[in-house]
C-alpha cells in the first residue's frame, strides 16, 4: 500500500478554518481510493507542512486500513479486457 499527498490547501478559501489534505491510496492489487481531512488551523499553529500531513494521516489511518484491507482482497480488475468486439 502507498499513501501520497495529492491535496494540501487552506480551506474553505474566502474563510480557512484549516487545511485540508488529500490523500491517494494505491494498493498492490491496482485498485485505489482517495480520502480526505481538514485539519483545523488552532491544530496545524507552529506545525511544519509535513506535520500537518502526519496529522491528517493519524486521523484517517484506521478507515484508510480497513478499506485497504476488503480492496485488497479483491482481484485486480485494473487492466482486464471486457470484450473484443469490433
Known sequence: M???IVKF???PEDDPTGYVVGLSVELDNGRSFYRDSLVNL?????????EIAQIAYADLKKGIETTAEVEGAKSSIIG???T???
Open 2 to 4: 502507498q499513501v501520497k
Open 84 to 86: 473484443n468486439e469490433i
Open 42 to 50: 488552532k491544530d496545524s499553529k507552529g506545525k511544519t507542512d509535513e
Open 9 to 11: 490547501k487552506l480551506y
Open 80 to 82: 482486464e479486457i471486457i
